[in-house]
């Protein structure tokens, strides 16, 4: 870190975008040390000199750029309210959505290493991020050891989610991953102290297909099973998760699915004896569940 305060303490004010300078307009524009750190889910250092740090707050409009993929590199961004998409463009201009950051999730650390940000973060509704220039973030680490701690643990956060994304790519079907999907989402609305059971989607279909890998076609039809299973009630946005144990069920490949669900969503249903565990399994779901995901399905 203190290398890193060393290089970043040279930005000055001027190297900030226009929209971290809109932020000052903004009513009430300031968060403190304190508030972050529980908005972030961490313990706060204690420090009594702490109380005099500050953070600029910017609103961002529905349909509004945070951050654009190739910008320089100045802050983290930690969302407060709302949502976002983040989105990685390629050289043909085709997209990838990389995520959907939410209350409480950082955003901004792949412009660390380049300079530049390489994603673009879009609200999808009218949200708030706070704003923590890396020149900011690395001036307290210095200062207080055990508040760079802490900063780990949230990268490690972020590093963990990846992860097993990457997993559920790589080995699930297209009803495991938006089963996947909407336990997860379901899980951090919960942890907000929203419901676990209704919700509302911000994302489009398209957008969540991009970023579970699946056409937009699939994710119609793998809700439309799911909804048809009993599992879910589906709404246009709205979502409705009837039976948890059943949508666990769809991304734990030892789970026991009930055949009558399991015919809905195109799953072959468990024999008896040692012959059941083999055809209850869909292909290439032989490695072992990420560890996240067997928590959800635990739980």
């Avoid at 050891?145 to 079907?173: C, D, F, H, K």
Wanted: charged share 20%.
């Amino acid at each position: 870190m203190t290398a890193a305060m060393s290089h970043y303490d040279a930005l000055d004010s001027g190297s900030m975008d226009q929209g971290t300078a809109r932020a000052q307009d903004h009513e009430g524009a300031n968060l403190s040390v304190r508030e972050l750190t529980r908005l972030l889910h961490i313990d706060y250092p204690g420090e009594a000199w702490l109380v005099q740090t500050a953070f600029a707050l910017r609103r961002v409009r529905e349909g509004e750029a945070l951050v654009r993929a190739g910008d320089k590199f100045h802050s983290l961004y930690v969302v407060r309210s709302g949502c976002f998409k983040t989105v990685y463009t390629d050289l043909s201009g085709s997209e990838q959505v990389l995520g959907f950051p939410m209350c409480g999730d950082l955003m901004g650390a792949d412009g660390i290493d380049s300079g530049r940000y390489s994603s673009t973060a879009v609200s999808l509704e009218t949200s708030e991020v706070v704003i923590v220039p890396l020149a900011s973030l690395a001036r307290l680490a210095y200062e207080c050891p055990s508040l760079e701690a802490l900063l780990y643990r949230v990268l490690s956060r972020e590093l963990v989610r990846v992860q097993n994304m990457a997993w559920a790519l790589g080995t699930l079907g297209a009803e495991g991953r938006v089963a996947a999907f909407l336990l997860s989402l379901s899980a951090r609305l919960g942890a907000l102290g929203y419901s676990r059971c209704s919700f509302n989607l911000r994302m489009t279909r398209q957008e969540m297909g991009s970023y579970l890998g699946l056409k937009l076609e699939t994710v119609s039809r793998a809700l439309s099973a799911l909804n048809t299973a009993g599992i879910i009630q589906v709404h246009q946005r709205s979502i409705d998760i009837v039976d948890a144990a059943a949508l666990r069920g769809v991304i734990d490949p030892a789970a026991r699915v009930p055949a009558s669900i399991a015919s809905h969503l195109g799953l072959t249903p468990p024999r008896s004896g040692v012959d059941k565990d083999r055809r209850s399994r869909k292909p290439g779901s032989q490695f072992p569940c990420g560890p996240v995901w067997r928590q959800l399905a635990a739980a």
